[in-house]
């Protein structure tokens, strides 16, 4: 429409374009700067933690001695126990939960609770996790008489399952209605659906949602932090104090000694690395999710 | 929409042409063929329609050659306080293609969906009155609403396979209602993507998903998935919308060969495919059916001129 001439509208709109032009600068600046500032972290991160990173920090336990502190094998082993205990028992009930909000939701018996049973994840999921921790704390690990991985596992599940159980549901209530509707209207059942439809058609998102719980609570220290314990040696008995490497590196980090701290710095290093590779896969799995949807 | 569909009508009654002129030369042979007929008594069975009376269906004598198949009675339904279907009494005839023709929101969907009781997903849906799929009651207190799904089979009108493999998606309610030997299942496969014309075009690869395919071909593999358990019924909304014309004969061959086997309801906006693919034809209107008689009948020969003015095209 605009002829090279037309002067008076290429004025008119010089202030919306003065406008984009701002919009574009803001959007852009703020974006560098957080780019900046996630650089600095990490590389600041890498400076210091980056020269720690031997063999003996995967295999070695904390000796506690300043001139040899030793390593974090227990700590990176405890860490993935703790994480697949929770996720035992997380997984299940908030994928269970996630079915029963999107799928059971509108009618029939007990769909007074998904009002209730929504609010609870949505409250839950933003309760301050070192909340977590001393409820737990008080109602497990006072009347077991003692910190144990089943203690922290059970924090670390109470984290994990509003946020898996939202997650799912979001996820199945992306999938088709026509999809249920094909498998009812062939005989099917309304679990028989869900099985067999429905949650194939919405797989790889659910598994999304399942890694993003897990990543959440592997880096987690507050909920374990009265509930674990503790430990120098191997994880060994899961009703007796148990190693994680958050807590170590929490303790690492307040020790006096330069050699103790340097384990505190390695040991971010790999936990960041850790939450790295958790976050390609999930990447991948939403990539292959999103695939799947196209033309469904 | 209704507005829209009201005026319409309104036009149509005052249209000077309407009342009924057994000589006239216009180019209205059906008009001609029906006469004086009693039906046309009123030429306004639409408006006394929309003014909320209850009319008898026109139900053509014809229709009762061959037992039903499916036997509608009286039968209403209401979602929530909205009444859909009024007293609709319709026996479908075993065996052959019975088209459903009528302006949108007329209540096609939803008788069709009350047949196998998909109305069932709807809250606050209420039915009185009977229907029978064969013997069985399908409201009956009671009944296995899963039971009444295996033998009426459904096709929608927009193709919805499972993102699952083409093979998957065809044996998919065999292996619910329990079969698991895989010779059986294979069968079951070739036979049903045979009766659906797909055979040809997917034998080689049926175990790639089935959202590859074109829309044409996923909606027959939407059909062979329904005919490979079988059904004595198989319900189709408006199969056809969102195909192109040569998908659309393919399925209307599709159609009439199915049809051998099996008995076939199909919902259609175009009036042309309920000629070419049916053997009946039940014109609805406002959730009451209006006529219901052979399509030869219906689209030559109607009792009523509204039935004749809307399958012309010249309402609705
Ligand atoms: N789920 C529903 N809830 C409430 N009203 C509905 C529902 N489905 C259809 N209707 C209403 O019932 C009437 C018939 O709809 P439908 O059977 O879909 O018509 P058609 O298939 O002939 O276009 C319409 O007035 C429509 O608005
Ligand atoms: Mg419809």
């Known amino acids: 429409m605009n002829s090279p001439g037309s002067i008076p509208t290429a004025t008119l709109r010089s202030p919306a374009r003065l406008m984009s032009a701002l919009m574009l600068g803001l959007t852009g600046v703020a974006s560098f700067l957080i780019v900046a500032v996630l650089l600095t972290v990490l590389g600041y991160l890498l ?29 990176i082993l405890g860490t993935l126990i703790l994480v697949g205990m ?12 996630g079915i029963y909000l999107s799928e059971y ?10 009002s209730p049973v929504r609010l609870v994840c949505d409250v839950l999921a933003g309760v301050p996790s070192i909340v977590i921790g001393i409820v737990g704390y008080e109602l497990i690990v006072v009347p077991m008489k003692g910190a144990s991985a089943y203690a922290g596992a059970a924090a670390l599940a109470v984290i994990m399952v509003p946020i898996v159980a939202r997650t799912t549901e979001e996820m199945l209530r992306l999938v088709p209605a026509s999809f249920r509707e094909g498998s009812l209207a062939l005989g099917a059942t309304k679990s028989q659906t869900i099985l067999r439809v429905v949650l194939p058609a919405a797989g790889g998102s659910v598994i999304t949602g399942i890694l993003l719980a897990v ?14 314990g503790g430990s120098r040696l191997l994880p060994g008995d899961l009703d007796k104090e148990f190693p ?11 020790s006096p000694a330069p050699s103790e701290q340097q384990l505190a710095w390695t040991g971010m290093v790999v936990l960041i690395a850790i939450l790295l590779v958790l976050n390609l896969a999930i990447r991948l799995a939403t990539a292959r999710a999103i695939k799947n949807r196209v033309g469904g | ?13 005052v249209t000077p042409g309407n009342p009924p002129q057994p000589s006239s030369p216009t180019a209205r042979p059906p008009r001609v063929a029906v006469g004086p007929s009693p039906a046309m008594r009123a030429g306004s069975v639409l408006q006394a329609i929309r003014e909320g009376a209850s009319v008898t269906s026109a139900v053509h004598p014809s229709v009762h050659a061959h037992p039903a198949a499916v036997d509608i009675r009286g039968f209403e339904l209401w979602y929530g306080s909205f009444k859909a279907l009024h007293s609709v009494s319709m026996p479908i005839p075993r065996g052959r293609v019975t088209a459903m023709v009528g302006p949108s929101g007329c209540g096609k969907s939803t008788l069709l969906r009350s047949i196998n009781r998909m109305n069932d997903l709807v809250d606050g849906v209420r039915t009185t009155g009977a229907l029978h799929v064969g013997e069985h009651d399908v409201y009956a207190g009671g009944v296995d609403v899963i039971s009444i799904r295996r033998r009426v089979g459904m096709v929608f009108q927009k193709s919805n396979p499972f993102p699952m493999s083409i093979f998957d998606n065809v044996v998919y309610g065999l292996r619910i209602y329990g079969e698991r030997r895989k010779d059986v299942l294979q069968e079951c496969c070739e036979r049903a993507l045979r009766q659906a014309a797909l055979w040809d075009e997917v034998k080689d690869r049926l175990k790639q998903s089935a959202i590859g395919l074109s829309g044409g071909q996923q909606q027959r593999l939407c059909i062979a998935r329904s005919i490979a358990v079988n059904p004595e019924v198989l319900l189709m909304d408006e ?34 495919q309920a000629a070419r693919v049916s053997n009946y034809t039940a014109f609805m209107y406002l959730g009451r059916l209006v006529e219901f008689g052979s399509t030869a009948d219906i689209f030559q020969n109607p009792q009523l001129p509204e039935t004749e003015q809307y399958v012309t095209g010249r309402f609705g």
């Open chain 1, 215 to 228: 990543a959440r609570i592997a880096g987690e220290t507050a909920p374990i932090l009265f509930t674990i």
């Open chain 1, 105 to 114: 939701g509108g009618r029939g018996l007990g769909a007074w609770l998904v």
């Open chain 2, 1 to 13: 929409m209704n507005v829209e569909m009201t005026k319409d009508v309104v036009r149509m009654t």
């Open chain 2, 239 to 272: 199969p056809c919308s969102a195909l192109d014309p040569i998908a659309t004969q393919k399925i209307e061959e599709l159609i009439r060969e199915i049809a051998e086997k099996l008995t076939v309801v199909i919902v259609t906006h175009n009036m042309q």
């Open chain 1, 47 to 75: 400076f210091r933690g980056f020269g720690g990173l031997s063999i003996d920090f995967f295999t070695r336990l904390p000796t506690g001695n300043p001139q040899d502190p030793g390593g974090f094998a227990n700590g």
């Open chain 1, 244 to 254: 994680s490497l958050t807590l170590q590196i929490y303790n690492a980090a307040r």
């Open chain 1, 86 to 97: 929770a996720a035992l028992v997380g997984v299940p009930f908030g994928v269970l939960a």
